[in-house]
């Protein structure tokens, strides 16, 4: 026994020392080392090689026009983990692409069906507190659309174009906007129904709890012991901007003006997919024009190093310069044209675009008396590297040293990336200080920008907020993880953001993805009729038909959600799939971080679609991807309201800013501000 137990003991020993000897290697390991000892690292590793071969090949086939000699040396690690979280399984999952195709026709159906019995449910409560003929007139969508632009018809003579160089700050003074929400007034400037509606229920708010719209204001909350995980919403009345209010016209007629400059940046890219045809034949005409002068060139303005004054200027402007530009001067020449604005209001512009370079340009607009700061979004493959910096970076330092409050507050680490880069450069020619120091010292200082460059401006005013306190900035379809709460509210005074209808952007986190995973997959085992089915369902049915029978046809194809067989494999599969997923977050031990789009928030909300052969058609000849005949109705919306990926054609298009940019401008003639295109 004795013999024994000294092997036992022996062995021991050497297990102890095993352990005390791998516990030795990981300290002398570095974090790298360790990643790659972990069981995530070798699937994380796979992800970013995926990753880089993706932006060579996509770099190779486009003959690099869209970038792609830097996008694979990007970091790709954040991605790389969030990839592999989200598809994690364990292998527990038996599913194919049809079942996932399946379930996304299938959620397309329920999203659908949820719009449908909110105004349903909306109609029911407005015939109960107003007369039926007024609640018939104005509860249904098209019905909204119509009241809405009556209105804007009766006041549309009123307002024959609002002084666009009043200041903000004046029409704020003026509405009294309580202390940290500047938007509060979109309550009190309501339509005159829904301003009834208000004060004659003040248990509106809480009557209903539907499903979520897109239409309307939600809260997320989930049934912690029950089968519904997904979004609800309470029923609010949509707060939409009116045309007797010089507030809301100042806002639509802001954002249609420099939503145009935001466009801009975009240079021949954009215009030339614009305007396929004839894009082309107007730029060259253009550059000719222009034959004698060079991509940088001396202006009648700047020929001295010093002003009348006697004042030293920035070193740019004894030479305008264009970094980046082609032979052809095409960036430039395309710039001027989306804007309307003459060669001389473009000060500086930098179209290089990098991991590090972010294209931007300085405009002078006269009308507006402002100088704009307007910010490229996404293009190139090299953007997309920055895109997916997804870890939130803190705000402390950075408000610290430029005087806001950023203490315990987050921001997409990729756009502190581009910010830091840009302010430097901004920093470096001193532009801003002269133009509005010494030029143009009675100017606003405006930033905009699209996407990503929605996301730098609003970062960016920010930091410049104490040095120009009159700042303004118009966020174009900002991207969704911009913020923590705190600071996305915060600048509501000064930043305003538009979304279009079903935008997939401002609606697209990482906490957004999961939630429409876990549906998809509920959805899957929610199924009780053939895949066929639900795809001849879904392709055979005319959309008038299923907004009446899509409740019906719902029901025939999917299990209530209490009421899904338990004893089913996929059922059983789906039960370990969140099993593992508990365990991966548990294992990761992050504290998720949840950040939001940034300012005071106008939705513009499709409400009618014209019918027409000419719709139809374009609609066709585009999948589906056309906005042809639709018309939208702009209302505030809250910075948590879009927590919910909206699966619609148009999500993906809806988030061009030349879509954005039209439909701004088509509602700035509604409300009579006379601002277009070119104005």
């Not at 303004?472 to 209808?501: H, N, Q, Y």
Request: proline share 4%.
């Amino acid at each position: 026994m004795t013999g024994v137990d000294n092997k036992k003991n022996d062995g021991a020993d050497v297990n102890l020392t095993e352990v005390r000897r791998q516990i030795l290697i990981r300290r002398s390991l570095s974090s790298e080392d360790l990643h790659h000892l972990s069981r995530y690292g070798p699937v994380e590793d796979m992800w970013k090689e995926r990753c880089k071969f993706f932006c060579k090949i996509t770099g190779a086939c486009t003959c690099y026009v869209f970038g792609g000699k830097e996008a694979s040396r990007g970091d790709f690690s954040n991605v790389a983990r969030v990839l592999a979280d989200f598809l994690e399984d364990n292998g527990v999952l038996d599913l194919v692409s049809s079942d996932v195709a399946t379930a996304f026709m299938m959620l397309r159906r329920v999203q659908q069906q949820r719009k449908l019995e909110l105004q349903k449910a909306m109609k029911q409560h407005l015939n109960d507190i107003i007369p039926s003929k007024e609640a018939e007139k104005i509860s249904t969508r098209v019905g909204i659309s119509k009241y809405f632009k009556g209105n804007i018809c009766q006041v549309a003579s009123k307002n024959k174009g609002i002084n666009s160089a009043r200041s903000y700050e004046a029409l704020v003074s003026e509405y009294e906007l309580p202390e940290g929400n500047s938007r509060s007034i979109a309550e009190d400037t309501e339509d005159s129904f829904y301003s009834t509606v208000t004060a004659r229920d003040e248990n509106f708010h809480s009557s209903f709890e539907v499903d979520n719209s897109p239409l309307f204001q939600s809260d997320r909350f989930y049934f912690v012991g029950g089968t519904n995980k997904f979004p609800i919403t309470h029923l609010n009345p949509p707060k939409l901007l009116s045309a007797d209010t010089e507030f809301d016209c100042y806002a639509i007629e802001e954002g249609a003006r420099f939503s145009r400059h935001a466009l801009a940046i975009y240079t021949w890219f954009l215009y030339v997919y614009m305007n396929p045809v004839s894009g082309p034949c107007k730029l060259s005409c253009m550059r000719c024009s222009h034959f004698d002068e060079s991509c940088c060139w001396s202006g009648n303005s700047f020929e001295s190093t010093y002003d009348e004054s006697g004042t030293r200027l920035p070193t740019i402007l004894n030479k305008r310069q264009i970094i980046g530009e082609t032979c052809c001067r095409l960036h430039e020449s395309a710039l001027l044209k989306h804007a309307g604005l003459d060669r001389s209001d473009l000060i500086y512009a930098q179209f290089e675009s990098g991991l590090k370079e972010t294209p931007y340009c300085i405009i002078v607009d006269h009308k507006w008396k402002s100088v704009v700061v307007a910010i490229r979004g996404t293009l190139s493959l090299e953007d997309c590297v920055v895109d997916v910096l997804l870890d939130p970076k803190p705000l402390d330092e950075l408000g610290d040293r430029w005087g806001f409050d950023g203490t315990g507050e987050y921001c997409h680490s990729g756009v502190i990336h581009c910010v830091e880069w840009i302010q430097k450069d901004l920093e470096r020619h001193g532009l801003l200080e002269y133009l509005l120091g010494h030029m143009h010292p009675s100017y606003t200082l405006r930033f905009t920008g699209h996407s990503l460059g929605a996301g730098c401006a609003a970062i960016l005013s920010l930091m410049y907020r104490q040095t120009y306190p009159s700042l303004r900035c118009i966020c174009i379809s900002p991207p969704c993880g911009l913020m923590t709460w705190k600071s996305a509210t915060c600048c509501k005074e000064f930043v305003t953001s538009f979304v279009l209808d079903s935008d997939m952007v401002p609606r697209l986190s990482v906490e957004n993805m999961e939630h429409l995973r876990d549906e998809i997959l509920e959805l899957i085992a929610r199924l009780k009729v053939p895949k066929f089915e639900v795809a001849r369902s879904f392709f055979s049915d005319k959309f008038d038909d299923i907004q009446k029978d899509i409740s019906n046809s719902n029901d025939e194809m999917l299990h209530p959600k209490d009421a899904i067989p338990h004893d089913s494999d996929f059922v059983l599969q789906l039960e370990e799939f969140e099993k593992v997923q508990r365990q991966r977050k548990i294992h990761r031990g992050i504290d998720p971080v949840h950040l939001y789009p940034c300012g005071q928030i106008i939705h513009l909300v499709k409400t009618e679609e014209i019918k027409s052969i000419k719709n139809s058609l374009l609609k066709c000849l585009s999948c589906g991807l056309s906005n042809a005949g639709c018309q939208y109705s702009p209302k505030w919306s809250t910075n948590d309201e879009f927590n919910e990926i909206i699966i619609s054609p148009t999500m993906w298009s809806d988030h061009f800013p030349n879509r954005v940019c039209d439909v701004l401008e088509t509602l700035a003639s509604y409300f009579g501000t006379g601002t277009t295109s070119r104005s």
